[in-house]
């Protein structure tokens, strides 16, 4: 499990999570992200690590190897690439030993000597940013999950789009909050057409797939080859999970609903909380659904032409340290086909996955609402299911948005350079 879930689960019961705050002030990064500088106090020459002193009274020890292999002087590190000009397998040492170490700027920088004349330099900061241990093994940025649940809506960060496109300190506060709780609601979209494409241009660019090169039209069309394009219930699920990499983040901007106001209504569940929820009260059950994939089909015709995707996936996916980093679930793609391993428990994988189904539906843990024209939602697809209540469209009305997808690489990317646009420690 990662640090900052393990720290988070033990501090709180998760049957009685208490939310962070989901303030939209954009000052808050600034209060987050810019710490006292950390400062080197001391170093001690060790048989193979160097034991470095911090002026917060902490201490970390790095194996020699690791340093010398990130070292960042321009013969090892191009300075306009950022990456590395040599491998340390074939040119550095395994018990390669420093021959000297010195603080330097007043605890700013650390000088080592090696033993062939070489001189590394590293910024205090850089080494407290990448030091071993120091993040989770995800990519994620850096903050904390919130779980949420069926009290959410209220709670629920919100931005205003026009800010969004204006301000880089508001965006970079939208990309955290979709980070570490997957849900937010942007609002003042207004009505007009290509407003997700504007949006996404800000950040990079939309993902294509089998429906369409990028922003794509959420509308009923007859003898549609998705449900989620007809007017009945639309279940619980996350999208393309019948792809191998499945899509990261979904924008939903809505142009026109329909007039009845609890139909078209959408649903929302923090997947990532229900599966911890079900690793608490049944381990075996959850067990079973992160060890064994499940098959999930799509196969039709849109604007491209015809597709007939297949992918497996577990249906919790889980980190090699524990962390929770998807949840697969579309009962409505879910194909017949079964691994030959699970054959002699799926009985008990059948129960499991009841189990977590029915999870997903308590109102302890959904929220429902109608996303109304001029409103635009952004959820981490991985994370978050969605889905809708039944509607019908009656005389002149008709239901209407716009959707596109990005992967989480360029929105990850796009928050970081915006942190060093902005000047904020990582």
Not at 151 to 171: N, T
């Amino acid at each position: 499990m990662s640090s900052f879930l393990s720290k988070f689960c033990q501090t709180a019961r998760l049957h009685s999570l208490r939310f962070a705050s989901v303030a939209t002030n954009t000052n808050s990064l600034t209060q987050r992200f810019s710490s006292p500088t950390l400062r080197i106090t001391s170093v001690q020459l060790k048989e193979k690590e160097l034991s470095i002193q911090w002026n917060n009274s902490s201490t970390v020890d790095l194996p020699y190897v690791f340093l010398r292999d990130n070292c960042q002087e321009p013969e090892s590190f191009d300075q306009v690439a950022r990456q590395r000009l040599f491998n340390p397998a074939f040119t550095v040492d395994l018990n390669i030993r420093a021959t000297d170490a010195q603080v330097n700027e007043g605890g700013k920088q650390l000088t080592i000597t090696w033993p062939d004349g070489h001189h590394s330099r590293y910024k205090s900061t850089w080494l407290g940013r990448h030091c071993i241990g120091n993040t989770a093994m995800s990519g994620r940025l850096p903050v904390e999950t919130v779980y949420w649940g069926g009290d959410y809506y209220d709670k629920m960060p919100r931005f205003d789009y026009e800010m969004l496109l204006e301000d880089d300190r508001c965006l970079l506060e939208c990309l955290l909050k979709v980070e570490s709780h997957g849900l937010v609601l942007i609002e003042n979209v207004g009505t007009q057409l290509n407003q997700v494409k504007r949006f996404c241009d800000r950040i990079y660019y939309p993902k294509p797939c089998i429906y369409g090169k990028g922003v794509m039209k959420v509308e009923n069309k007859p003898n549609a080859s998705h449900i989620s394009l007809t007017g009945v219930e639309l279940p619980l699920h996350n999208d393309f999970v019948y792809y191998d990499y499945t899509s990261g983040l979904h924008i939903l901007h809505f142009i026109h609903q329909v007039s009845d106001p609890t139909a078209g209504a959408s649903q929302f569940c923090d997947g990532f909380h229900v599966a911890e929820v079900l690793r608490e009260r049944n381990r075996a059950a959850f067990d079973l659904l992160s060890q064994y994939p499940v098959q999930f089909v799509d196969a039709g015709c849109d604007v491209l032409g015809d597709y007939d995707t297949e992918a497996w996936h577990n249906t919790i996916s889980v980190s090699s340290n524990g962390e929770i980093t998807e949840v697969n679930y579309s009962n409505h793609s879910r194909g017949p086909h079964i691994p030959s391993t699970l054959m002699d428990k799926l009985y008990e994988w059948y129960a499991a996955y009841y189990e977590l189904s029915h999870l997903l539906y308590l109102p302890d843990y959904m929220i429902e609402f109608k996303i109304q024209p001029g409103q635009m939602v952004m959820l981490n697809n991985r994370r978050v299911l969605h889905g809708r209540s039944a509607f019908k469209v009656q005389g002149n009305e008709y239901r209407y948005g716009e959707i596109c997808y990005m992967d989480w690489d360029e929105i990850r990317s796009k928050a970081r350079v915006l942190m060093k646009k902005l000047s904020l420690t990582l």
